[in-house]
């Protein structure tokens, strides 16, 4: 069975620092997807990873995926309020028609 | 732009109700999924269907069933709701990528409380 685990789960961030949300899971796979939740909303798309080596950036966040280690971080840069948010990673397990597993998310709290 | 568009935002039905949850889809995408998402457990599969009458059991299907009979339409039934059936649902549908890899999008959400 695939486990998704990120840590940590909450992270309260001072405004102007750096971050680092970790994704780790626990079968091969080289598709990694990271979405964003605002509170009382859906689920928005961020980042899609399909290799090993990837690398992504949007603004202050930047992702990447190690498929060797089976990690994949986010990196939030200069943190900023508009950033609060629950964030989750998701993997799709080989020859999944698409299914993903999802972590169980990190909230994210920016405070000045 | 994807839409994905789901019947309610709010619900609130008693325990042993029969509750549909509606879930359209304008993509004309072929696979459709049903999440429930909890706090502290993320979203859980709890069906998906890759094409018309076709549907396959995710992770936590019990007290559940769906329906497809139309593309564009992926309905979620709790035959009998139940409090435990309290959550946020959300529908989702994905577009491929190519190299086996899909894209999902989400529709907005239905809070569901069975008192």
């Known amino acids: 069975e695939l486990k998704v685990e990120q840590n940590p789960l909450f992270l309260s961030m001072q405004e102007g620092k750096n971050y680092t949300i970790y994704c780790n899971y626990s079968?091969?796979?080289?598709?990694l997807y990271w979405y964003r939740q605002d509170p009382g909303k859906s689920l928005e798309s961020l980042f899609v990873?399909?290799?090993?080596?990837a690398v992504k950036q949007e603004g202050r966040l930047m992702a990447s995926l190690d498929t060797k280690a089976r990690l994949s971080t986010l990196h939030i840069t200069a943190a900023v309020h508009d950033l609060s948010a629950t964030y989750f990673c998701?993997?799709?397990?080989?020859?999944?028609?698409?299914?993903?597993?999802f972590g169980a998310g990190t909230q994210v709290v920016v405070t000045p | 732009d994807v839409k994905v568009t789901q019947s309610s935002r709010y619900l609130v039905k008693r325990t042993g109700e029969k509750v549909f949850l509606e879930c359209v889809q304008d993509?004309?995408?072929?696979?459709m999924f049903w999440y429930r998402q909890d706090p502290g457990l993320g979203l859980r599969l709890i069906y998906f269907?890759?094409?018309?009458?076709?549907?396959e059991k995710g992770d936590i299907p019990e007290g559940y069933s769906v329906s497809r009979e139309k593309k564009e339409r992926f309905s979620l039934i709790l035959e009998s709701a139940s409090t435990n059936q309290t959550s946020m649902y959300l529908c989702?549908?994905?577009?491929?990528?190519?190299?086996?890899?899909?894209?999902?999008?989400f529709g907005p959400g239905t809070r569901l409380t069975v008192t």
């Open positions: 269907s890759y094409d018309v009458k076709m549907k």
């Open positions: 989702a549908s994905s577009s491929y990528l190519g190299h086996a890899a899909y894209e999902q999008y």
């Open positions: 998701a993997v799709a397990p080989t020859d999944s028609w698409g299914k993903l597993q």
């Open positions: 079968t091969t796979s080289d598709r």
């Open positions: 993509m004309d995408h072929e696979n």
């Open positions: 990873l399909l290799s090993n080596g």
